[in-house]
Nanobody, 133 residues
Framework: QLQLVESGGGSVQPGGSLRLSCAAS????????IGWFRQAPGKERTAVSV????????YYHASVEGRFTISRDNADNTVSLQMNSLKPEDTGVYYC??????????????????????????WGQGTQVTVSS
């Protein structure tokens, strides 16, 4: 049974950094992507960053480009999200999620991520990130 274990959330002042990690276990799949999705208070959940575990292609929400970096470790099915220059608007619950059958983060996948129609197969429990002075 697939398990996603998230770690690394917390509270930080604006301009600070945090690193989130997601460890996936309990399944075998040749093609899949792991991503981070944020739900801010009173708002819909949105895609922050996604990486293909197959070819390493990535997606970033426009608001985090240049500040966040997603990386993968295929040896232990782990994805990390390095978050720098954090802003109060980055506050929310960050969920790790897996989508099977993804070879690359294609144009079609990017459109789905931006439009909110990208459907994941499994979700983690979420970890709180709070950016406040």
């Amino acid at each position: 049974q697939l398990q996603l274990v998230e770690s690394g959330g917390g509270s930080v002042q604006p301009g600070g950094s945090l690193r989130l990690s997601c460890a996936a276990s309990g399944f075998t799949s040749n093609y899949y992507a792991i991503g981070w999705f944020r739900q801010a208070p009173g708002k819909e959940r949105t895609a922050v960053s996604v990486i293909s575990m197959t070819d390493g292609s990535t997606y970033y929400h426009a608001s985090v480009e240049g500040r966040f970096t997603i990386s993968r470790d295929n040896a232990d099915n782990t994805v990390s999200l390095q978050m720098n220059s954090l802003k109060p608007e980055d506050t929310g619950v960050y969920y790790c999620a897996v989508k099977k059958g993804i070879l690359t983060i294609s144009f079609v996948q990017r459109v789905a991520l931006v439009s909110g129609t990208y459907e994941n197969d499994h979700w983690g429990q979420g970890t709180q990130v709070t950016v406040s002075s």
